[in-house]
């Protein structure tokens, strides 16, 4: 008898009773939220904690869990359940599978439109115009590069909204330029390269969330290839210290604050690197 796999099948059973009680009465339908309880009723039923039928139930409770995500009680759950045993999930026939709204989203083909050729494709900054493509065509590396492609159309897909709602109009066109300069490494590139665009896009993307554009996106795109993502923020930070007290970080910081009316706010930024010291040397031996 495996243990391990039961406890997994109770940890995963744990998850949806507490997700179904927390969504299903967030459906916007009154009938949907009727269509869910008989089979609420059923799935959680002793029958179902027999352990011969916690994996069909799981895989229902897993169904019926997305369904009530897309606010949808469609399919098998649009009618009550039958009285005795349930089909394997398996056989039941899935409908025609609809593709998600970011996966038909356009916007990485849109920033692509109207680029000059030497502009549409950006160099790789690994391999030195020698990319090995051909170890990127074998079989075991073929779904990581396309699930990359996948990753990044999904960032651009969150990113659009925000980057519309940035109210400064420098760094809409600062992050509008960033998002073209990462287009530019398309589906063909080399999957180092993939790998440097999404680790920038999930960046950015965490900085839009915010409304802002902080770190290596205070300044436009470089027009040659991009270097990783660690080196361009190394780069960034030891020419902008975000010690400096003038730096965006601290305007930012105190844009943002109340004005007091006694006291005053401080900015303390502190950094591990010592790039520079106000320290006075007190005697003619001593040194900072
Ligand atoms: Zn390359």
């Not at 369904?67 to 899935?94: R, S």
């Not at 436009?220 to 923020?233: E, G, K, R, V």
């Amino acid at each position: 008898m495996n243990y391990e796999h039961l406890d997994a099948m109770n940890t995963e059973f744990i998850y949806y009773s507490t997700t179904l009680k927390a969504i299903a009465p967030t459906l916007s339908g009154v009938e949907d939220r009727a269509k869910v309880v008989p089979w609420i009723k059923k799935l959680f039923g002793p029958e179902y904690q027999a352990m011969f039928f916690r994996k069909k139930r799981n895989k229902y409770l897993l169904h019926l869990t997305l369904k009530i995500m897309k606010d949808e009680v469609d399919g098998i759950f649009k009618n009550p359940p039958v009285c005795g045993a349930l089909t394997n999930v398996e056989d039941l026939q899935p409908g025609p599978r609809v593709p998600a709204k970011w996966e038909s989203d356009t916007t990485w083909e849109r920033l692509l439109e109207g680029l000059s050729p030497e502009r549409a494709s950006m160099m790789c900054s690994l391999h030195n115009r020698n990319c090995n493509l051909e170890e990127d065509k074998d079989p075991k590396n073929v779904l990581p590069s396309a699930l990359l492609d996948l990753e990044f159309r999904y960032f651009l897909y969150l990113a659009r909204p925000y980057a519309a709602l940035l109210i400064v109009a420098e760094d809409k066109a600062k992050v509008a330029s960033w998002l073209q300069a990462l287009a530019t490494i398309r589906s063909t590139a080399c999957l180092g390269m993939k790998g440097i665009r999404n680790d920038y896009m999930q960046n950015l993307l965490g900085y839009l969330i915010d409304l802002r554009a902080t770190g290596p996106f205070q300044e436009y795109p470089p027009t040659t290839a991009l270097p990783t993502l660690q080196d361009a923020a190394s780069n960034y930070a030891s020419r902008h210290p975000f010690t400096d007290p003038a730096s965006k970080e601290a305007n930012d910081f105190l844009v943002g604050q109340p004005i007091p009316e006694n006291g005053a706010i401080c900015y303390v930024a502190v950094s591990g690197d010592l790039t520079e010291t106000n320290l006075v040397a007190t005697k003619p031996e001593e040194s900072f």
